[in-house]
């Protein structure tokens, strides 16, 4: 587990939850979503083109469970809501959930994770202008399991009260 954890790290190292939400009442998560994409594309060297590759659930969770371990989650004020790269949050230690899912989808890319099938997903609840963010990985059966706060779990038991408010990636932006 910990050669796993440097080799996450070393990668890394190289290369909102809440928020308000706004009068149009969407919270500023697109242009955040936008604006990581630019600033992770940087982080991770210059273009970034999709790869084809594998989705292997034992090392899903071995990664969750050390990314969960080695960076601190820490809530952001209430009215702040910053969306770190992964260089960011493996520098500072630190993040919430859209920090964690970012780092933890860009762990995913360099183990050759396929991008058609990981991703991070938005959550809200309804009447609630926070959220939840959280990489979504797609098995061979076509399974959605949610890798957030080091478990993962079967999207579908993670969906009771909550809607998926958008998707994104690092070479496929946004979508709903």
Same mark, same amino acid.
């Given at each position: *587990?910990?050669?796993? &954890?440097?080799?996450?790290?070393?990668?890394?190292?190289?290369?909102?939850?809440? %928020? !308000? #939400?706004?009068?149009?009442?969407?919270?500023?998560? !697109?242009?955040?979503?936008?604006? /990581?994409?630019? $600033?992770? @594309?940087?982080?991770? &060297?210059?273009?970034?083109?999709? #790869?084809?590759?594998?989705?292997? *659930?034992?090392?899903?969770? $071995?990664?969750?469970?050390?990314?969960?371990? #080695?960076?601190?989650?820490?809530?952001?004020?209430? %009215?702040?809501? =910053?969306?770190?790269?992964?260089?960011?949050?493996?520098?500072?230690?630190?993040?919430?959930?859209?920090?964690?899912?970012?780092? @933890?989808? *860009?762990?995913?890319?360099?183990?050759?994770?396929?991008?058609?099938?990981?991703?991070?997903? =938005?959550?809200?609840?309804?009447?609630?202008?926070?959220?939840?963010?959280?990489?979504?990985?797609?098995?061979? /059966? &076509? @399974?959605?399991?949610?890798?957030?706060? %080091? *478990?993962?779990?079967?999207?579908?038991?993670?969906? #009771?009260?909550?809607?998926?408010?958008?998707?994104?990636?690092?070479?496929?932006?946004?979508?709903?």
């Amino acid at each position: *587990m910990r050669k796993l &954890g440097f080799l996450v790290i070393a990668f890394l190292l190289l290369g909102g939850c809440g %928020g !308000e #939400q706004g009068d149009d009442g969407s919270n500023g998560i !697109e242009e955040r979503a936008l604006s /990581w994409i630019e $600033r992770e @594309t940087v982080c991770a &060297g210059g273009d970034i083109e999709h #790869q084809d590759g594998v989705v292997d *659930m034992e090392l899903i969770r $071995r990664v969750a469970e050390e990314i969960y371990a #080695q960076v601190d989650f820490i809530q952001e004020p209430k %009215g702040e809501d =910053v969306w770190k790269t992964s260089c960011e949050t493996w520098a500072d230690g630190y993040g919430d959930c859209e920090d964690h899912a970012h780092a @933890t989808l *860009m762990a995913f890319r360099d183990l050759g994770f396929d991008d058609d099938n990981v991703w991070i997903t =938005v959550y809200r609840k309804a009447n609630d202008p926070g959220g939840h963010a959280a990489v979504v990985v797609k098995d061979k /059966w &076509g @399974t959605h399991w949610i890798v957030t706060e %080091g *478990m993962v779990i079967p999207e579908i038991f993670f969906l #009771q009260g909550w809607f998926i408010y958008l998707n994104y990636d690092i070479v496929g932006g946004i979508w709903y």
